[in-house]
C-alpha cells in the first residue's frame, strides 16, 4: 500500500521561507506524477503544483508561480516543495499526492490517487 508522509511544516513570518518534504514508500514512485495542494480552514483544497515522474515538467498555480519550486529525487522516493516569499494567504495545510502517468489533468485533485495526511503552514503577517 502506498503511504506519503509529508513534514516540513511550521509558523513563519511574512516573506520567510519553509520546504516541505513527502516520504513515499510502498508503490513505485518513479511512475506517479506527485502534486501538492493546500486547503485553507473552511475553503476547499487548491492545487499548488505538481511534477512529473522524470521531473522535468511542472505545473503551478498562478498564486505561487516565481515563489515556490517543486522538486523529486526518484532516487529517494521523495518530493519537495520550497516556499519562499511566503505570504499569510498562503496559510493553509499542505497535502502531497499521488497520480498516475496518464492522469487527465494534474491540477485537479480526483486524478489523485494516493494523499498524504497533511502539514500545516502558518504565515504570520
Known amino acids: 500500500q502506498v503511504q506519503l508522509v509529508e513534514s516540513g511544516g511550521g509558523l513563519v513570518q511574512a516573506g520567510g521561507s519553509l520546504r516541505l518534504s513527502c516520504a513515499t514508500s510502498?508503490?513505485?514512485?518513479?511512475?506517479?506524477?506527485m502534486g501538492w495542494f493546500r486547503q485553507p480552514p473552511g475553503k476547499e483544497r487548491d492545487f499548488v503544483a505538481a511534477i512529473h515522474w522524470n521531473g522535468y515538467i511542472t505545473y503551478y498555480a498562478n498564486s505561487v508561480k516565481g515563489r515556490f519550486t517543486i522538486s523529486r529525487d526518484n532516487a529517494k522516493n521523495t518530493v519537495s516543495l520550497q516556499m519562499n516569499n511566503l505570504k499569510p494567504e498562503d496559510t493553509a495545510a499542505y497535502f502531497c499526492a499521488a497520480a498516475p502517468t496518464g492522469s487527465v489533468s494534474y491540477t485537479l485533485p480526483h486524478s489523485y490517487v494516493h494523499w498524504g495526511q497533511g502539514t500545516q503552514v502558518t504565515v504570520s503577517s
Open positions: 510502498g508503490g513505485t514512485f518513479s511512475t506517479y506524477t
